[in-house]
Nanobody, 121 residues
């Protein structure tokens, strides 16, 4: 049974940075794509960033150039570096370990419990 634990969320002002971390348990971490999703109040969960087993990344248009996803297979960790944060980035951020290798598809995989990110002055 895979467990994912996110950390690093918090309250920041616009323009500041945060780094989210996701620690995974279980075996075969390196063969799965990993991703970050977010859900704002009253909105559907949406993809933010994905990293596949080869290290290729994909980003939502709204975060391109500001967010960077990375992974450390030896430590079974995935990170989301968020720079130049905006109020519209406010959401609960979820880590996903997908059962696919090419992209962190939300229809099959394991989710973390989420970490709150609030961007406000």
């Amino acid at each position: 049974q895979v467990q994912l634990v996110e950390s690093g969320g918090g309250l920041v002002q616009p323009g500041e940075s945060l780094r989210l971390s996701c620690a995974a348990s279980g075996s075969f971490f390196s063969i799965y794509a990993m991703g970050w999703y977010r859900q704002a109040p009253g909105k559907q969960r949406e993809p933010v960033a994905s990293i596949n087993t080869s290290g290729s990344t994909k980003y939502a248009d709204s975060v391109k150039g500001r967010f960077t996803i990375s992974r450390d297979n030896a430590e079974k960790m995935v990170y989301l570096q968020m720079n130049s944060l905006k109020p519209e980035d406010t959401a609960v951020y979820y880590c996903l370990q997908s059962y696919y290798s090419d992209y962190a598809r939300p229809d099959s995989g394991s989710w973390g419990q989420g970490t709150q990110v609030t961007v406000s002055s």
